[in-house]
C-alpha cells in the first residue's frame, strides 16, 4: 500500500489460501448464514428450466376465486384509505394526535400480547403478510390490509423469534412437512413455513407452491422445482401464481440491498431472467392481485386512491412507461425537452410505502407543531460547539446534526442543557456499545430499548413517549420502519434531533432516512466543527473526501500489514490480536475487534473467528459449537447485533452475558442468530467503537469495498487501527472512485411535499 504509514512484519505462516470464494459483507448477520441465505447475488438465474411447460392450473372454485378478488380488493382499499387520510392533511395545519397509531400502535400492541402471554397476530411481527395465505382464510382477517409493522428482515428492533410470535400446532406442522417432502423440498423448513404461513400452510402451498419464496433462503429455482413435483404439467414459466411470487421476492431480496422501492422496468428486466415470457403482463398481474403498489412521482396520488381505478392506472403505467409523454405536448405549453424525462413508475410492497408515508407525514407534524422557544441563557452556557444546536432545536421540531465520534459531545450537551431547563429529553443511540461509551451523566439509551419500552420514560396514556425532546444518535443506521415507529411515537409539540456521521454505511434495513432528510433540505442541518483527533481521525477524515492519504503516527497508532495471501491474512490477525497490540497499547484481547468484508472466504468472518478462539479460548465447542467464554456476537434481529460471552448452556438453551445483561437464546435459534465475535462485518460494527480495531483485507475483499466500507471499518478504534493489507490498489480506488451505492426511495420526495426547504442557519 503506498499510503503505509508503518510495517509490522514478522515471519509469516504462509497458509495456503482456500479455494473458497469470498462471499460479499451481508447487512442481516448470522441470520443470512443459513443455508441459501447468504447475500443475495446482484443478477437472478434463469429458472426456466425448472418448470415443466403447460397450462396453468385452476385451484378452487369460480366462486372462490371471486371471494379472493374481493376480499384482496378491500384489504388494498382500507390500506389506501389509511393512506389518503394522512394525505388529507397535507393542505392545513395538521391535527393534533390524541392516540397511538400505525407502526407504533402494532409494535405496542405486540409487546402487551407478549407480555400478558396472549397469542402475537403475525401480521404485527412477520416479515411479510403475502397475501395468498390471508385469502385462504376464511375469516375476517382475510379483509385485513397487510401491516407495515417493522421487524422483519430489515427492522432495528428485536422481534420475538417465529417460534415464539406465532404459536403455530404440532399437526399444522406436521402437514406442512409432508407437503414439503412430496415436493422434495427439505422437510426442516416446515417450521419456518408453518410460522410464516399460519395454520393453513398445507393447503396454501398445494394450492400455490411459490409461496414457498416468502420463507427467508428460498430462491426462485428451488420453488420452480417444487411447485414442478407438486403441480406437475399444470404449471409454466407464465404461470400467474409463480410470476406474482417473482415480483414479490424481488421486491423483498431489494430490501435487503437497502431499497423501498424498485423500478418497475427493472423488475421486467429481472423477470425476463427468470424465464417469464411477458414481464409486463406480470408486473400489471402483481398490480392488481395487490402483491406490489405502484408509485410515480408527480403522478396523483401515486396511482393509489380508489384501488380499482388505482389498479388500471399503474398497470397502465408500468406497461406503457416508455412511450408516456414521449411525444406529448404538456398540458401547461411547457416544451418537453425542458421538462426532462417523466419520472419513472416504481413498485414498492405495502410495508415500506406505509413506513415511508408514515414517516413523511409524522415529520411535517413534528415541523409543523413544534413550540418557539427561547434557549439562549441555556446555549450561553454551554460549549461553544453545542451552543448552535441549542438555538436550532429551540424553535425547530426537526434539527439535523452531522458530525463523527468527537462531535456526539454536541447532541449529548444539547441534551443536558434542555433538561436544566425542565424538558424531558432523551438520547438513544444505535447499539447497546454506543450508548455504554457515553458518560453516565448523559442517561442514554439504545433505540430498540426505547420503542420496546425496557429502557427510557416510557409512554404515557395514549401510548405515546412521555419526553419533550428526543436526540437519536447514529441515525444513519435507522431504517425507514424504525423511524417511522420512533417518530408516529412522539407527541405533537415535541423535538427530534437526527445525529450522525453521513460518511459511514447506510442502515442494514430499507431506506436511507437520514440522507434522504440531509439532501431533502426542509429542517435545519448544523455541521459539527469539532474533528476526531489523533492519526485515526485525520486519516478518516481524509477518506470521508475521497482521499487515502499518508498520515504521521510516531506511536504507531496508524499500522499496515501487508500480507501476501488470505492465509498469511489469518495468521497476521491472529498475531495482532493476542500479542502485538495487547504489547504495545496495553490493550488486551477483548477490546480488539477484527472488521472484515463479509462472512464468507478465505479471510471472512467465519475463517477468523475459528482461527482466534483456537489461540484465545481453544475448546470442543460442546454447546453447539461454542465453549464458556467464548467472545459472541448475538443477532436478536436483523440489523442489530449485541455482544457478549457465553456463559453456560441447558436446556432452555445458550446463556450468554451481553454487556451485563443475560441473554438466554433458544436452541433452536443459537444456529441463525449467534456467531462467533472476536470478527464482525462493517456493517455489524457500525454504531460501535473499540479501543483497537484490526481491518482485514485479503485479495478476495477487493469487490466488496467501498469509499462508505473503508471509512466506516477504519473508524472504530479509538486509539489503534491496524490494516491487514492484501488488495494492493484495490482500497486506494474504492476510498477515490467507489461512492455510496444508490438506494432507490420515496422518502424525500414526500417529505419535501409536505415541507418547503428550511432556512439553513448561516
Request: hydrophobic content about 45%; overall charge negative; proline content about 7%.
Amino acid at each position: 500500500m503506498e499510503h503505509a504509514v508503518s510495517t509490522d512484519r514478522d515471519t509469516a505462516a504462509g497458509a495456503a489460501e482456500t479455494a473458497t470464494e469470498h462471499t460479499t459483507e451481508d447487512a442481516e448477520g448470522p441470520g443470512a448464514d443459513s443455508p441459501g441465505a447468504d447475500a443475495p447475488d446482484a443478477e437472478g438465474g434463469t429458472a426456466g428450466g425448472a418448470v415443466t411447460e403447460g397450462g396453468t392450473a385452476v385451484a378452487g372454485t369460480a366462486a372462490a376465486e371471486v371471494s379472493e378478488a374481493a376480499a384482496e380488493l378491500a384489504a388494498q382499499r382500507e390500506l389506501r384509505e389509511r393512506i389518503e387520510q394522512r394525505k388529507a392533511e397535507k393542505a392545513g395545519p395538521i391535527a393534533a394526535g390524541t392516540k397511538l397509531s400505525g407502526q407504533a400502535a402494532d409494535l405496542l400492541a405486540a409487546v402487551r400480547a407478549v407480555e400478558s402471554g396472549a397469542p402475537v397476530d403475525r401480521s404485527l411481527l412477520g416479515p411479510r403478510a403475502s397475501a395468498a395465505p390471508e385469502r385462504a382464510q376464511s375469516s375476517p382477517r382475510a379483509a385485513e390490509p397487510a401491516s407495515a409493522a417493522p421487524s422483519g428482515p430489515s427492522s432495528g428492533l428485536s422481534p420475538a423469534p417465529a417460534s415464539a410470535s406465532r404459536a403455530v400446532p404440532a399437526e399444522a406442522v406436521s402437514a406442512v412437512r409432508a407437503v414439503l417432502a412430496q415436493g422434495g423440498a427439505p422437510e426442516a423448513l416446515a417450521g419456518q413455513v408453518a410460522a410464516a404461513l399460519g395454520e393453513q400452510a398445507a393447503e396454501v402451498l398445494r394450492e400455490d407452491p411459490w409461496q414457498l419464496l416468502g420463507v427467508a433462503g428460498v430462491r426462485p429455482e428451488q420453488a420452480d422445482g417444487f411447485a414442478r413435483a407438486l403441480l406437475g404439467a399444470a404449471c409454466g414459466p407464465g404461470d400467474e401464481r409463480r410470476t406474482a411470487a417473482l415480483v414479490g421476492w424481488l421486491l423483498e431480496r431489494a430490501a435487503l440491498q437497502g431499497h423501498t422501492a424498485l423500478e418497475a422496468a427493472s423488475v421486467r428486466d429481472t423477470l425476463s431472467e427468470h424465464a417469464v415470457p411477458d414481464p409486463h403482463e406480470a408486473v400489471r398481474h402483481a398490480i392488481a392481485e395487490g402483491a406490489v403498489l405502484v408509485f410515480q412521482e408527480g403522478a396523483e396520488d401515486s396511482f393509489g386512491g380508489g384501488f380499482e381505478d388505482g389498479f388500471e392506472e399503474g398497470s397502465a403505467a408500468v406497461a406503457e412507461e416508455s412511450e408516456a409523454g414521449a411525444e406529448e405536448e404538456p398540458a401547461d405549453g411547457t416544451d418537453p425537452a425542458e421538462a426532462g424525462p417523466p419520472a419513472p413508475v416504481l413498485l414498492g410492497l405495502d410495508r415500506y410505502a406505509l413506513a415511508e408515508e408514515s414517516l413523511a407525514d409524522g415529520l411535517a407534524r413534528l415541523v409543523k407543531t413544534a413550540p418557539e422557544d427561547s434557549w439562549d441563557e441555556a446555549a450561553a452556557k454551554a460549549p461553544r460547539a453545542a451552543a448552535e444546536l441549542i438555538r436550532a432545536v429551540a424553535g425547530h421540531g426537526l434539527v439535523l446534526h452531522t458530525g463523527g465520534e468527537a462531535a456526539r459531545a454536541e447532541p449529548v450537551a444539547l441534551a443536558g442543557a434542555a433538561r436544566a431547563l425542565g424538558v424531558r429529553a432523551v438520547v438513544a443511540t444505535h447499539s447497546e456499545n454506543g450508548r455504554d461509551r457515553l458518560d453516565a451523566a448523559a442517561g442514554a439509551v439504545t433505540v430498540a430499548g426505547l420503542l420496546a419500552g425496557g429502557e427510557g420514560p416510557g409512554r404515557d396514556a395514549d401510548g405515546l413517549f412521555a419526553l419533550d425532546l428526543l436526540v437519536v444518535l447514529d441515525a444513519p443506521q435507522l431504517d425507514v420502519e424504525t423511524a417511522a415507529m420512533i417518530v408516529e411515537s412522539l407527541p405533537d409539540g415535541s423535538r427530534l434531533v437526527l445525529s450522525g456521521d453521513p460518511g459511514v454505511l447506510w442502515s442494514a434495513g430499507a431506506g436511507r432516512v437520514f440522507a434522504d432528510l440531509l439532501a431533502a433540505g426542509v429542517c435545519p442541518r448544523l455541521a459539527s466543527r469539532t474533528p476526531d483527533p489523533g492519526p485515526v481521525g485525520e486519516l478518516v477524515s481524509g477518506i470521508g473526501i475521497g482521499e487515502l492519504q499518508q498520515v504521521e503516527a510516531p506511536g504507531k497508532e496508524v499500522v499496515i500489514v501487508p500480507v501476501r495471501d488470505a492465509g498469511e491474512a489469518v495468521h497476521r490477525t491472529v498475531q495482532l490480536v493476542a500479542e502485538s497490540v495487547p504489547r504495545a497499547f496495553g490493550v488486551d484481547a477483548g477490546q480488539t475487534q477484527v472488521i472484515t468484508v463479509g462472512h464468507g472466504g478465505s479471510a471472512g468472518t467465519r475463517a477468523l473467528n475459528t482461527a482466534l478462539k483456537e489461540r484465545l479460548n481453544p475448546g470442543p465447542g460442546r454447546f453447539g459449537g461454542f465453549d464458556p467464554g467464548d467472545r459472541i456476537a448475538y443477532v436478536p434481529s436483523p440489523g442489530r447485533t449485541l455482544q457478549g460471552a457465553v456463559v453456560s448452556a441447558d436446556a432452555e438453551g445458550l446463556r450468554l452475558d451481553c454487556e451485563g445483561t443475560e441473554v438466554v437464546v433458544p436452541r433452536d435459534r443459537v444456529e441463525s442468530a449467534v456467531r462467533h465475535g472476536w470478527a464482525l462485518t462493517a456493517h455489524q460494527a457500525a454504531g460501535m467503537r473499540w479501543p483497537a480495531a484490526v481491518v482485514v483485507l485479503p485479495g478476495d475483499a477487493a469487490r466488496g469495498l467501498s469509499r462508505p466500507w473503508v471509512y466506516t471499518a477504519f473508524s472504530r478504534g479509538d486509539r489503534h487501527l491496524s490494516v491487514v493489507h492484501g488488495v494492493d490498489q484495490a482500497l486506494a480506488r474504492a476510498v477515490t472512485d467507489v461512492p455510496s451505492q444508490e438506494r432507490t426511495t420515496r422518502l424525500r420526495p414526500l417529505i419535501e411535499g409536505l415541507l418547503a426547504p428550511a432556512v439553513q442557519p448561516d
